[in-house]
């Protein structure tokens, strides 16, 4: 079974640039989360859906993130306009509906770096 | 609100050296605790959980008691090995509407030979 996919592995892009991740969970898991680790501090929640739709999107950072999950399969994240502060990890991670089975399954990370 | 602290590294042990990285959290009700681990290079994986009070987890030589009383789930190994050099992370699962991981801010652990 393949494990979550995230691309690019790193973005190097110029403050005021759009950059766009991408997360493909593990077939079958409806819930996919994304989380973040800016250096040297917590990895930290920021959405997550269950199949197609935001369950909690309470960690976006303010209006430049914009998570979609079309289709309820691979999911991106979009920064736009990108600043330095948005510098970091991005994670990706998926698990299964049932609520029995808590393991998240995470994606090796995208590491964006705003120069 | 719901928070993990555990113990800041850089730590640095030679091989065969006991290990404990100490976690206590904060939490509403009794949520499911992890630790994970970040090897150089790649990403997060689970190395071990525990659901309730009282439950062990364990895998590759590591374990962590959950704590309800001291609300700490500390990893331990008897004898760390040069491939267990990497990031470790203590987490827990919020309970209640979106279940979401908090985690602490990572343990770097370095063995030498």
Same mark, same amino acid.
């Given at each position: 079974e393949a494990g979550v996919t995230q691309f690019p592995s790193h973005s190097v892009i110029e403050k005021g640039q759009t950059v766009t991740l991408r997360c493909d969970p593990i077939s079958g898991h409806d819930n996919l989360y994304w989380y973040r680790r800016v250096m040297g501090k917590e990895i930290k929640f920021l959405l997550h859906f269950v199949k197609e739709s935001k369950q909690d999107e309470s960690g976006m950072p303010n209006n430049r993130f914009l998570a979609e999950r079309t289709g309820g399969t691979y999911s991106t994240l979009k920064v736009?306009?990108?600043?330095?502060?948005?510098?970091g990890v991005y994670f990706c991670a998926s698990s299964r509906?049932? %609520?029995? %089975?808590?393991e998240q399954y995470f994606g090796p990370g995208t590491r964006l770096t705003v120069t | 609100g719901n928070s993990v602290t555990q113990m800041e590294g850089p730590v640095t042990l030679s091989e065969e050296a006991f290990l404990t990285i100490n976690c206590t959290y904060t939490a509403t009700g009794y949520p499911s605790l992890f630790w994970y681990v970040q090897y150089p290079g790649e990403g997060l994986q689970l190395l071990l959980k525990a659901t309730k009070a009282d439950d062990k987890g364990s895998n590759k030589g590591f374990e962590a008691t959950y704590r309800k009383e001291t609300t700490s789930f500390h990893l331990e190994k008897g004898s760390v090995q040069v491939s267990d050099s990497a990031v470790y992370f203590c987490a827990l699962l919020t309970q209640g509407g979106s279940e979401k991981l908090v985690f602490g801010k990572g343990t770097k652990l370095t063995v030498n030979p």
């Open positions: 736009q306009p990108a600043e330095l502060e948005d510098s509906l049932d %609520r029995g %089975r808590h | -």
